[in-house]
């Protein structure tokens, strides 16, 4: 599937590195999300864009900044980690709007992030 | 908040066993949708319920919807070693919007062959 395409797909960075996290969906869907994924944890969802516009940010810190230029892309910058945030972070998109599958989740295939 | 649970949280079959997975809201659901997501993938999508006391089937695999709209279940018949995975079931309560989707803890399934 290349529906959502994630880049890097491994990123390992020490806690003072700054970093971004891309995200580019040809779907040409209106939504696009940012999932955590850990080990022991199920998936939490971060951040939402509809229409380029940030409807969900669900008590994520602030060293997790998301951008969205456009429709089709999205970027989550990231600054001065934890070791904690080491996870699968995961890009998802949808149709967004009021259609009875507005709201199904294309994912794309993560990046997996380490933090030193 | 709204909350979704699954269980079992893993489950070890013998191939050829059946499986089944279940999915409780604690509020009422406008739809449930299923992911899986294979050993070091991701999420895909496998089906979408919206209507009360629905059941859809995909070859072996049987999803439900519960009468009251916040349970599900899905269950595979005669599991094979192509059904390892985690299975996630998703959904968006009543009255929210379209990108309000939470999804549930997930059960881990391995298949023994």
């Known amino acids: 599937e290349t529906g959502v395409t994630q880049t890097p797909r491994h990123l390992v960075m020490g806690m003072t590195n700054k970093k971004s996290l891309k995200c580019e969906q040809h779907?040409?869907?209106?939504?696009m999300y940012w999932y955590k994924q850990s080990a022991k944890k199920p998936l939490e969802l971060m951040f939402v864009?509809?229409?380029?516009?940030?409807?969900e940010n669900n008590s994520v810190p602030s060293r997790f900044s998301p951008e969205c230029p456009n429709s089709s892309h999205l970027f989550l910058h990231l600054h001065t980690l934890q070791p904690e945030d080491s996870a699968l972070y995961l890009c998802?998109?949808?149709?967004?709007?009021?259609?009875?599958?507005?709201?199904?989740?294309?994912f794309g295939p993560g990046t997996r992030l380490t933090v030193l | 908040g709204q909350q979704v649970m699954q269980i079992p949280q893993y489950q070890h079959v013998q191939e050829g066993e059946d499986f089944t997975t279940y999915c409780n809201s604690s509020?009422?659901?406008?739809?449930i949708q299923w992911y899986k997501q294979r050993p070091g993938g991701h999420p895909v999508f496998l089906i979408q319920?919206?209507?009360?006391?629905e059941v859809k089937k995909q070859k072996r695999l049987t999803f439900q919807f519960g009468e009251a709209k916040k349970n599900s279940s899905l269950h595979i018949t005669a599991t094979q070693t192509t059904d390892v995975g985690t299975y996630f079931c998703?959904?968006?309560?009543?009255?929210?919007?379209?990108?309000?989707?939470?999804f549930g803890t997930g059960t881990r399934l391995t298949v023994i062959p």
């Open positions: 509020t009422t659901l406008s739809n």
């Open positions: 319920l919206v209507k009360s006391g």
């Open positions: 998703a959904g968006r309560e009543v009255g929210t919007g379209a990108n309000n989707l939470f």
């Open positions: 864009y509809n229409f380029k516009e940030q409807t």
């Open positions: 779907l040409g869907h209106n939504a």
């Open positions: 998802a998109s949808s149709h967004g709007g009021t259609s009875g599958r507005a709201d199904t989740q294309y």
